[in-house]
């Protein structure tokens, strides 16, 4: 057996240890509603109601996954934005209570950072692991045609505050931009993407083509030059219900927290259920062996963000992986796409 033979395969076994357990991270929902109108993403079709989740429920969250050892959880909805949350701020107080949840993170299109005094944006980040701005190319026609909304004069004031805030209570926040254009090649390269590494971004990535949101998002949704990714034959569990689990903010649980915005894959109910037992129950189960059988959801077999469990379990990113904490590079190299 070659070395790197060796470590795909002890990847695997580590992240299998984990996930009898536990999720690999928690997602939790609490608001599906969106302040931008992405050409990429399916927000305009999701038929759930806009909501925001209770406290009461967030908390049964954070304790069912306590009960389970905890671990890293990210607030990054699977449609919508974390600053539109009315109840952001009491959900990081409470957050102190809760030493077993370690990481957390999420990804924001940042339009809304003004809702958020220098104080509470400081409390914040002295709490997050790890933030990501998505943001659609660097001038203000681009960001248009890709967000939907004018507001990129906002979103890049934003970048710089949010840098300047982390620089001035030293906080350890890792911070990542993520761009959503077709000309990331040549934007990577940019003048304004060195200036983001100066004022103090630790990451900076982009995505020319996307998912198609099990169907929902088509090429001719797209700009120019914007790959709409195929659906792909699935031969083994996609990584989403095996490793990942998503509360979503009506309270039902999904086993798709990459791209199930409607709830088809739910396979709980935390106003009924103890997370323990939705990630063991039957439902998940039967998710993760669907996909060996005749009987995969439709929204799978059109899905086109499929990674196989095998390919996702043995990838670098996965290398120190723990119950409690996720590498750097797993945040850059998959929760940074």
Not at 169 to 184: D, F, Q, Y
Not at 247 to 260: F, H, Q
């Amino acid at each position: 057996m070659s070395h790197t033979t060796w470590h795909i395969l002890y990847r695997r076994w580590r992240v299998n240890r984990i996930t009898r357990r536990k999720p690999l991270m928690l997602k939790i929902e609490t608001t599906n509603t969106c302040n931008a109108r992405c050409c990429f993403c399916a927000y305009g079709q999701t038929k759930s109601r806009r909501s925001i989740l209770s406290m009461e429920l967030f908390e049964k969250a954070l304790e069912g996954y306590t009960e389970l050892g905890g671990g890293p959880v990210t607030f990054t909805p699977v449609v919508g934005d974390v600053l539109l949350d009315p109840y952001l701020l009491q959900r990081f107080a409470r957050l102190e209570a809760f030493p077993a949840i370690t990481d957390v993170s999420f990804t924001t299109n940042l339009i809304g950072h003004e809702r958020l005094s220098a104080e509470d944006w400081a409390a914040v980040l002295g709490r997050l692991r790890y933030l990501q701005v998505s943001i659609g190319g660097y001038d203000a026609q681009t960001y248009s045609k890709m967000f939907g909304v004018d507001a990129f004069d906002v979103v890049w004031e934003g970048i710089h505050r949010i840098a300047a805030i982390r620089k001035q209570i030293k906080a350890g926040t890792r911070l990542a931009v993520t761009l959503r254009t077709p000309e990331v090649g040549a934007l990577l390269q940019s003048e304004k993407t060195e200036l983001l590494r100066e004022i103090g971004y630790d990451q900076i990535s982009g995505i020319s083509s996307f998912g198609n949101w099990c169907g929902d998002v088509e090429s001719c949704d797209m700009p120019n030059q914007t790959r709409i990714n195929p659906p792909v034959e699935k031969m083994d569990c996609c990584s989403m219900p095996a490793m990942f689990m998503a509360v979503l903010s009506d309270g039902r649980v999904t086993g798709c927290s990459c791209v199930d915005h409607n709830g088809i894959l739910e396979i709980g109910d935390l106003s009924k259920e103890s997370l323990r037992s939705i990630w063991q129950g039957r439902l998940r189960k039967d998710l993760c062996l669907s996909f060996r059988s005749a009987k995969l959801s439709r929204i799978c077999v059109d899905c086109s963000s499929y990674t196989s469990l095998q390919i996702m379990s043995g990838m670098p990113f996965c290398d120190r992986v723990n119950a409690k904490h996720l590498s750097t590079a797993f945040y850059d190299d998959f929760g940074g796409g």
